[in-house]
């Protein structure tokens, strides 16, 4: 995360990190209102088995229900934020009135990882130990080309996982071809 003016490209969009409010079963989420307006966003998701009028369902719900990415202009997005009443700005500490960024680059690999994924595996910054963060790696060739992160391995596993990270905000390890792993 980086303050407002070091994170915006030639076009002036940037990823923003915001809140949605509304509740958890809400029929219109905040993603899904930006949306509709045409403004690209993203927020985690998993499948979760969900009871719906006393029937089991299987729905695509937000890891974390109140956080999602935002790419757009200040100017763009200022109004939307006052239109949708549950739309919120997330604010860096001790920054006075700076909103929460991501750098396109992480963003994109980051989309890239979990949309490639069939089960990402989402963490968050306090479950990430210095441990599991020992060996930086760059995947060359297949579906994550270029993406870097961290080498992490279960043991006993004889899967790969790359952790890919959006800093204090959120984890996502997605599993990778040994063949493609390059240290750095």
């Known amino acids: 995360m980086e303050k407002l003016n070091q994170n915006v490209n030639c076009e002036g969009l940037q990823w923003f990190v915001m809140r949605d409010l509304t509740r958890p079963n809400a029929k219109r989420p905040a993603y899904v209102q930006l949306e509709e307006t045409g403004i690209r966003c993203f927020t985690p998701m998993v499948w979760k088995v969900c009871t719906v009028h006393g029937r089991s369902e299987r729905r695509h719900v937000p890891v974390i229900h109140d956080l999602l990415?935002?790419?757009?202009?200040?100017?763009?997005?200022?109004?939307?934020?006052?239109?949708?009443?549950?739309?919120?700005?997330?604010?860096?500490?001790?920054?006075?009135?700076?909103?929460?960024?991501?750098?396109?680059?992480?963003?994109?690999?980051?989309?890239?990882?979990?949309?490639?994924?069939?089960?990402?595996?989402?963490?968050?910054?306090?479950?990430?130990?210095?441990?599991?963060?020992?060996?930086?790696?760059?995947?060359?060739?297949?579906?994550?080309?270029?993406?870097?992160?961290?080498?992490?391995?279960?043991?006993?596993?004889?899967?790969?996982?790359?952790?890919?990270?959006?800093?204090?905000?959120?984890?996502?390890?997605?599993?990778?071809e040994p063949e493609y792993i390059q240290l750095i």
């Open 69 to 176: 990415f935002v790419h757009s202009t200040h100017a763009e997005l200022d109004p939307l934020v006052e239109s949708i009443g549950t739309l919120q700005y997330r604010f860096l500490r001790n920054f006075h009135n700076t909103p929460m960024t991501v750098r396109s680059g992480e963003m994109e690999c980051f989309i890239r990882a979990v949309s490639t994924c069939e089960q990402p595996q989402y963490l968050s910054p306090d479950e990430v130990t210095p441990a599991m963060c020992n060996r930086r790696i760059r995947i060359i060739g297949g579906r994550l080309d270029g993406c870097e992160g961290y080498l992490l391995t279960t043991r006993g596993s004889r899967r790969k996982r790359l952790l890919v990270e959006l800093p204090s905000l959120l984890a996502a390890a997605v599993e990778v």
